[in-house]
């Protein structure tokens, strides 16, 4: 059975993507630990990030990086926050998000009631630093 982040890449469910090339993908989550908190998954529907080829674990950072400079850019935060769980969904993913201090990393506080207009806003600033930084992957 496909996963969640499957049926986002498919286009089953929807999804705020602000990055797409042919191994990976980006989406805002819908609940976020801080605005602008994006998800980098793998196309390929793999479960354990230990289980990544080196080629698409470097792609996957790489990605990530240069999403994170985009986060720093655009929200301002002390610093961009990296983790890779992987208990909520089987499907290796990256959170990337933009924190002013440790304790936002904690699930616990993730906004289950974000705004879809809030998370719009945060996909189009993003989308709009990418592009103006030349990113060719940048979702419509």
């Known amino acids: 059975m496909a996963t969640l982040f499957t049926r986002i890449i498919a286009g ?8 797409k090339d042919p191994h990976c993908v980006a989406f805002l989550t819908i609940e976020p630990l801080a605005p602008g ?5 793998p196309r390929d529907e793999i479960d354990h990030w230990l289980d990544l080829t ?3 674990n470097a792609h996957l950072f790489e990605v990530a ?3 994170g400079a985009a986060l720093q850019e655009t929200f301002e935060p002390t610093k961009v926050g990296l983790i ?3 208990l909520e969904v089987n499907h290796v993913h990256l959170h990337v998000v933009p924190i002013r201090a440790l304790g ?3 699930f616990a506080n993730a906004d289950r009631n974000a705004s879809a207009d809030d998370l719009d806003a945060a996909a189009e600033r993003l989308r709009h630093c990418l592009r103006s930084h ?3 992957h940048v979702s419509d």
Do not use: S
């Not at 908190?37 to 998954?41: A, Q, R, S, T």
């Open 12 to 19: 089953e469910l929807p999804g705020r993507f602000i990055w």
């Open 65 to 67: 990086r240069q999403i």
């Open 54 to 56: 080196p080629e698409l």
């Open 134 to 136: 030349g990113h060719e």
């Open 84 to 86: 890779v769980a992987g």
């Open 37 to 41: 908190h994006v998800l980098v998954v």
């Open 104 to 106: 936002e990393l904690n």
